[in-house]
């Protein structure tokens, strides 16, 4: 059985690492981002993860992000977790083309792959146990891509959109909606943020999401609230070269 602290953690890098207005036809100018976060569950830190973000002047997207423990959870276990979506952004929303997560806990590695084909509606599920075929309805996401979702309803007109969020486990029907601006500190400082609610069908839950879209379009902070537990995101460096997309 696993110890609580393991327990946590493994909690923590499933539903952190794992959910929109009308977009700029083209960016002015490519992105290219690195973003560092701390994890904390219950507000003791369990890992560091690391986001690297790039979108060409075209709308093409990549999203690389690699997690590992820290603190009791590096003594607890080896789980590194590395995950990339990419896609395209454009008129139509924010439409991934293949996400790839990759696990690796005590030297077992288990690797998972979804494939978005928008021509035919088809979304794969695909690891080493099994291929499934489902239909993809518009709007549908990863568990890296709708974070740009949540980015383009802060930069659109829009207050709320439907979306659906697809792991290799379930498709979760998920609703973003604006509520506001808020201040918050994190690790990096105190900004004043455009917060973004992420709700499903699974009651007494709080998801939330802060952006400054002037910053970064990733998310200074995200929060996940459940049954007294809480697993929390925080930003704590930013780095930027748009001129020098890698």
Not at 50 to 73: E, H, K, N
Not at 133 to 144: E, F, K
Not at 188 to 215: C, H, K, M
Request: aromatic share 6%; proline share 6%; glycine share 6%.
């Amino acid at each position: 059985m696993l110890n609580p602290v393991r327990r946590a953690g493994l909690v923590l890098l499933a539903l952190l690492l794992g959910a929109c207005g009308p977009p700029p036809r083209e960016l002015a100018e490519p992105v290219a981002v690195e973003a560092t976060y701390r994890l904390l569950f219950n507000d003791v830190l369990v890992g560091h993860a690391l986001f690297v973000l790039q979108i060409s002047s075209d709308g093409a997207y990549t999203i690389d992000a690699f997690t590992t423990p820290a603190g009791q959870m590096r003594q607890a276990t080896v789980h590194e977790v590395l995950e990339n979506s990419r896609g395209k952004i454009d008129s139509r929303g924010v439409r991934p083309e293949r996400f790839d997560r990759s696990v690796m806990l005590d030297q077992e590695v288990t690797l998972q792959r979804l494939a978005f084909d928008w021509e035919q509606r088809r979304l794969r599920f695909s690891n080493r146990e099994e291929t499934r075929v489902d239909a993809l309805a518009p709007g549908t996401q990863d568990r890296l891509s709708y974070l740009l979702a949540a980015w383009r309803l802060v930069t659109g007109d829009e207050a709320a959109t439907e979306i659906q969020i697809a792991s290799i486990e379930a498709i979760e029907q998920t609703r973003l909606e604006v509520i506001g601006k808020e201040t918050i500190e994190i690790p990096l400082g105190r900004y004043e943020t455009v917060a973004v609610r992420r709700s499903t069908s699974q009651p007494n839950q709080i998801r939330a999401i802060w952006f400054r879209t002037d910053l970064s379009p990733l998310p200074l902070r995200v929060v996940h609230g459940w049954a007294g537990s809480t697993v929390d995101m925080q930003l704590e460096s930013l780095s930027r070269n748009p001129d020098h997309p890698r």
